[in-house]
């Protein structure tokens, strides 16, 4: 298995402009989770999907951020526009879900710069 | 929220040192993982452990959940074990996890 891919690894990019990050989840998961990580703040849960249908997003920090699952393999987070204060690692995550067994495994990140 | 604090923030070590992290958690969980942020930033999966001790080569972990608390011990450490060790709690039925803060470890040669 390939664990979770997330895409682009590295984005700088200009205050307004908007962004799109890429999460792709382990196959057969079905729960997605988008973090954030930051040094003031510490790694936060911004919203997650169970089933491609968003549970919990009183994470999203405001209406510049929204998320999406298309379908069980793919889902976006989106910042239009983007501030400096954006400026983070941006983790996904997936797992089986359940209450039996729930281990999550994280993507290696995306690290996102706003000039 | 359910609070969770992790000591001691930071640690220093000689190599070859043993030590011991803790997590401590403010409500019942259903689940607990330990994590090892390298200085690459890479989240790596060390344990899943709502309860009871597992172990894997140098690196252990005991959860005793009724008393709301879990223990990573580190021996032999190395200096390929740096990095932040990170505790994660899931509420029941909640299906989310809330994180603790770190603990940041350096070991020196």
């Known amino acids: 298995d390939a664990g979770v891919i997330q895409s682009p690894r590295h984005e700088v990019t200009e205050m307004g402009q908007e962004v799109t990050l890429r999460c792709k989840p382990i196959s057969g998961h079905d729960y997605l989770f988008w973090y954030r990580q930051t040094m003031m703040r510490g790694l936060e849960l911004l919203i997650y999907?169970?089933?491609?249908?968003?549970?919990?997003d009183s994470g999203m920090p405001e209406d510049r951020f929204s998320a999406k699952m298309p379908n069980a393999s793919f889902s976006t987070l989106k910042i239009q526009p983007s501030e400096p204060r954006d400026s983070a690692v941006y983790f996904c995550?997936?797992?089986?879900?359940?209450?039996?067994?729930?281990?999550?495994?994280f993507g290696p990140g995306t690290r996102l710069t706003v000039l | 929220g359910i609070q969770v604090e992790q000591s001691p923030p930071d640690l220093i070590l000689q190599e070859g040192a043993n030590s011991t992290l803790r997590c401590n958690f403010s409500d019942s969980v259903n689940n607990l993982q330990w994590f090892h942020q390298n200085p690459w930033g890479q989240l790596i999966n060390l344990f899943y452990i709502p309860s009871g001790t597992k172990q894997n080569g140098r690196l252990s972990a005991t959860t005793v959940a009724t008393e709301r608390y879990s223990l990573l011990y580190i021996s032999s450490s190395q200096t390929t074990d740096s990095g932040v060790y990170f505790c994660a709690v899931e509420l029941y039925n909640f299906n989310k996890f809330y994180f603790g803060s770190g603990t940041k470890l350096n070991v020196k040669p």
């Open positions: 995550a997936s797992s089986l879900g359940g209450t039996s067994y729930n281990e999550q495994f």
């Open positions: 999907f169970n089933n491609n249908v968003p549970i919990d």
